[in-house]
């Protein structure tokens, strides 16, 4: 017999069918909220109080507060994924004003919607395995507020669900001739021995793997730029891989029809990856 599945929803701990938010939720009606996802190791949380920094960050720009403090959420999520016996997979979670009657004022006062699940996930593969993403530009359309992780991802989703249907695994966005981001993922280059990602800032979210990527190639002596680059310098890249919490890293093997690299996971990408990967392990075990 399966286990019983579980959800964390404003401070109480119940069977996930039991659920019931208002269909006059802000989140529902408006996209009026935030979410993060936490990868979940061996039964706990990774980089738990980075993803909850950048969440009460996302909180602050859509002026909606925390009901609960960082640290005692925290407690609440390790709580719960030990409840629910979850060895490798991630937690989702979502912060919204909450129900109130549809206006675009802001309620007063204001009554969020907090809650939490888990999901498994497959071991993430070795460095340097599997195919290589497939990547596809579209026109970057969405807001200019992309360092706040809003659950208004409609333009992702189309742009995502676009490159599917065109036989590419995800979609990669251009704003006036610069790479920012990809639909689900951060994006990085390597060229002449250099590694390169888009600046954070109004269409490039903080990712948190990419923060810690970027820590371990200054670590590992490995040359670092962010800044603006464009697609024709993607194209001609040595190697380009992709990060999020839930994919690690994957390298790219084509940008549109281009192949890019030797057609294998570069050498830098690889380096990167196990040091990501011994980073895991150091923190979970």
């Keep these: 017999m399966s286990m019983p ?31 993060e996802v936490i990868r979940v190791y061996g039964g706990k949380p990774f980089t738990l109080i980075e993803h909850l920094t950048r969440l009460e960050n996302s909180a602050r720009g ?5 009901p609960i403090a960082p640290t005692s959420l925290a407690d609440e999520i390790t709580r719960f994924v ?3 016996q979850t060895g490798d997979g991630m937690v989702y979670l979502q ?18 919607t907090l809650l939490f699940y888990v999901r498994e996930l497959p071991p993430s593969p070795l460095p340097g395995m599997g195919d290589g993403m497939k990547l596809m530009s579209l026109p970057d359309e969405r807001w200019k507020r992309c360092w706040i992780k809003s659950i208004a991802l409609l333009p992702n989703v189309l742009a995502k669900n676009a490159a599917v249907r065109a036989g590419f695994d995800e979609a990669v966005f251009i704003d006036d001739g610069r790479v920012t981001e990809c639909a689900a993922s951060n994006v990085f280059a390597v060229i002449a021995g250099t590694l390169l990602t888009p600046p954070v800032g109004s ?10 990527l970027l820590e371990s190639a200054r670590r ?38 281009h192949n ?25 075990r």
């Design 220 to 257: 590992l002596e490995i040359q670092v730029e962010e800044r603006p680059w464009s697609e024709a310098e993607a194209i001609g890249a040595d190697e380009l891989f992709i990060t999020s919490t839930t994919r690690e890293i994957s390298w790219v093997s084509q940008w549109n029809h």
């Design 5 to 35: 599945e579980w959800i964390w929803l404003n401070g109480e701990t119940i069977p996930f069918a039991d659920a019931r938010v208002s269909v006059e939720d802000r989140g529902f009606q408006f996209a009026d909220g935030v979410y």
């Design 203 to 212: 269409k490039v979210l903080p990712g948190i793997t990419r923060a810690l």
């Design 260 to 284: 890019i690299g030797q057609g294998k996971c570069g050498p830098v990408t690889q380096l990167l990856h196990e040091a990501l990967q011994a980073r895991v392990a150091a923190d979970t």
């Design 95 to 112: 912060l919204t004003r909450g129900p109130a009657p549809r206006n675009h004022i802001f309620p007063e006062p204001s009554l969020s």
């Design 82 to 84: 030990s409840r629910t």
């Design 62 to 66: 859509i002026e909606l507060n925390l």
